[in-house]
T-cell receptor, first 114, second 112 residues
């Protein structure tokens, strides 16, 4: 079974630009979560989607948004990029049914904002 | 109340020794406590997990000890090996919460 795939692996953007990150979950997984990982803040929850509906959202500004498609693939968008948005963005999918099951992470997208 | 506090921040252990990482939580509604292992350039991967109805779970060299009354849980790595050198995250979640809260992480280095 293929794992969680995130594209692109690396991105360099300029302050003020916007960026879209993509995530393909494990086949059959309908829940997709996004996390921001930085050295200082660890893993911070961004949002979780299930069947195209956002079920939970973390404490991030409205510049951070996401969506999920009918095939469970997900995208997250960050508008008006700031230097502090530089981070590793991780996507994770989890198994069908339970809302309390292990997360399967992709290898992330490393975003650098200059 | 949503926090999971993890210690130590970093840990150096001799090969063959025991590595111990501790976590504490506040929200008694949490009912799933996984540990994740992350190598450089990779996403975190599930190592072992426990639910609060048991006090200990062992898988190979990895053991979770869980103290419900103290709201603490810990990861023990027996016979630590250089290949165990990684960052370890404890985490917690609750049914219907639709999110997992992570500890700050522990960087483990096992000296050969």
């Amino acid at each position: 079974k293929a794992g969680v795939t995130q594209t692109p692996r690396y991105l360099i953007k300029t302050r003020g630009q916007q960026v879209t990150l993509s995530c393909s979950p494990i086949s059959g997984h309908r829940s997709v979560s996004w996390y921001q990982q930085t050295p200082g803040q660890g893993l911070q929850f961004l949002f979780e989607y299930f069947s195209e509906t956002q079920r939970n959202k973390g404490n991030f500004p409205g510049r951070f948004s996401g969506r999920q498609f009918s095939n469970s693939r997900s995208e997250m968008n960050v508008s008006t990029l700031e230097l502090g948005d530089s981070a590793l963005y991780l996507c994770a999918s989890s198994g069908p049914g339970s809302s309390n099951s292990p997360l399967h992470f992709g290898n992330g997208t490393r975003l650098t904002v200059t | 109340q949503q926090q999971v506090k993890q210690s130590p921040q970093s840990l150096i252990v001799q090969k063959g020794g025991i590595s111990i990482i501790n976590c504490a939580y506040e929200n008694t509604a949490f009912d799933y406590f996984p540990w994740y292992q992350q190598f450089p350039g990779k996403g975190p991967a599930l190592l072992i997990a426990i639910r609060p109805d048991v006090s200990e779970k062992k898988e190979g060299r990895f053991t979770i000890s869980f103290n419900k009354s103290a709201k603490q849980f810990s990861l023990h790595i027996m016979d630590s090996q250089p290949g165990d050198s990684a960052t370890y995250f404890c985490a917690a979640s609750k049914a219907g919460g639709f999110k997992t809260i992570f500890g700050a992480g522990t960087r483990l280095f096992v000296k050969a």
